[in-house]
């Protein structure tokens, strides 16, 4: 509907400031009950996002002060001031110390959210919340020599923050500037407004600060090379099917957390709005972990036996992921094997069972990019909820989107691009519109080692060492 298309993408094109000019001048007087029902809905669609918005909040109690002294002469107004009054005790429970100051969130959390090996596999479903503005981030920053501080600061902090935090702890002089160094040594330098930049590292990217004119001196960490051993033996004890579930129940907890507006700010900019898109940074990281998984495990098999077992599992795994629809693993997986360092291995795939290279051939299949994924979109097209969409995707579909059309035109809104925008929202409030319930295998014999295990992965993500690991096992024919 146009209004739900509204409060999808209004933040695009009008401040909270205007939007409560507006709504609350035009509407509140003449059409009372439109009004609170436009709040609830809002509300409903927004969620906590309405909630940390002290523009939207004041406009509410504002809102039902109103209706206070309206209720003298409309007294069936009481049923919209209690539903209004119930979100407002809302606000204060989610705005309240007790409830987000105290929260830390840790360097472990953010890379990799590690969790005790002992929990339950449900458990962390059901009471994980997102990672909101103030949570208190707890990091490192490096050196140059690779000494480094760790900081405690809020998750919405600024570069310029992290700069002035930093340099009065590691007594640097003026001018300093942040930067994140790879695995393969590249430098990606932070402007002083960016925002979130800890969820935003690549997988085994760190945090460095230094004077600009000693930029080219940094060097990556050997910890950043990844591991040197493989997991196959651990992998082989593991019910393939076991692993999809443990990796489909984490991978909705992320999908989850992510609140829609999130892509916006990711799509638009986060310095824009200035709010922090930490939830979906960490889903978004998920594929990346994932799919470099997949290719680091490969390489670090030397037997070819034992490679083509472990190969047989992974196109095993794509495929229960597929059944649980978590397509956004099933994609990770197979572009995983379709890596270049793993595709090359002749010797490995001849070895595969026929039945499983064309399984595996049909999965390529639906990956096809060929007229704009069809093939992908199709097969979501069949599917219920709920949905672990290809999130890479869908963030494609809105820069395209943002890109190829004007947010105005003669300063009036561009209602196309609103629609085309919200399209896209509305397919991820689709897949998530019905709880997650699956069954736990019956295979399944090491619950808490296999979820332990699947939400610490360790991975190569320097494909220049990928590339001689794959040429190592099978040396290129001349």
């Known amino acids: 509907t146009f209004l739900q298309d509204f409060l999808l993408t209004y933040i695009i094109f009008m401040s909270d400031e205007a939007l409560n000019d507006q ?79 105290k929260r830390k ?16 596999p449900n458990t962390d479903v059901h009471r994980k919340r997102p990672i909101k503005a103030k949570d208190e981030n707890i990091f490192k920053v490096y050196c140059a020599d690779h000494t480094y501080s760790t900081l405690r600061l809020p998750m919405d902090s600024t570069v ?57 001196a940094l060097t990556p960490l050997p910890e950043q090379e990844g591991p040197s051993t493989g997991t196959s033996n651990t992998l082989e004890m593991m019910s393939t099917k076991e692993l999809a579930f443990h990796m489909t129940l984490y991978d909705w907890e992320l999908f989850s957390c992510v609140h829609e507006y999130e892509l916006i700010y990711h799509v638009f900019g986060p310095a824009k709005f200035g709010y922090i898109t930490a939830n979906l940074d960490l889903f978004l990281r998920r594929f990346n972990e994932v799919q470099y998984w997949v290719v680091t495990e490969m390489l670090l098999v030397t037997n070819v036996s034992k490679r083509v077992q472990l190969l047989r599992k992974f196109i095993k795994l794509a495929s229960h992921c597929k059944e649980f629809q978590n397509l956004h693993s099933f994609f990770a997986i197979v572009m995983g094997l379709s890596n270049i360092a793993v595709s090359r291995l002749s010797q490995t795939w001849e ?128």
């Open 23 to 101: 709504e609350a001048v035009d509407f509140m007087l003449s059409h009372k009950k439109g009004v609170v029902h436009f709040v609830l809905e809002w509300y409903n669609i927004a969620g906590d996002a309405f909630l940390e918005s002290p523009v939207a909040t004041a406009f509410l109690q504002d809102l039902i002060q109103s209706i206070e002294e309206d209720m003298q002469l409309y007294p069936l107004l009481a049923a919209e001031h209690s539903l209004l009054s119930n979100i407002y005790t809302s606000e204060k429970t989610f705005s309240s110390p007790s409830r987000s100051s």
């Open 105 to 120: 969130v840790t360097h472990s959390l953010i890379l990799s959210r590690k969790v005790s090996a002992k929990s339950s």
């Open 160 to 216: 310029a923050d992290i700069i002035m935090s930093a340099k009065d702890k590691l007594c640097l002089g003026d001018d300093p500037v942040l930067c994140e160094v790879k695995s393969n040594g590249e430098r990606v330098l932070f402007k002083d407004d960016d925002i979130g930049v800890t969820t935003s590292l690549s997988l085994n990217g760190r945090l460095f600060i230094t004077p600009l004119e000693h930029l080219d």
């Open 351 to 478: 070895k595969l069972p026929g039945k499983l290279k064309k399984l595996f051939e049909e999965f390529e299949t639906i990956m096809d990019p060929s007229r704009n994924h069809r093939v992908y979109r199709l097969t979501v097209a069949k599917m219920l909820p709920p949905i672990i969409p290809f999130m890479p995707l869908l963030m494609k579909d809105m820069t395209f989107t943002h890109e190829g059309n004007k947010t105005y035109f003669d300063s009036l809104v561009n209602f196309e691009k609103m629609h085309m925008i919200a399209q896209t929202l509305r397919t991820v409030i689709y897949c998530r519109s019905h709880p997650l319930q699956l069954e736990v295998p019956s295979t399944a014999k090491s619950t808490a080692d296999t979820k332990h295990y699947i939400r610490n992965l360790q991975v190569i993500d320097n494909q220049r060492i990928l590339t001689q690991l794959s040429h190592k096992l099978e040396p290129r024919k001349t």
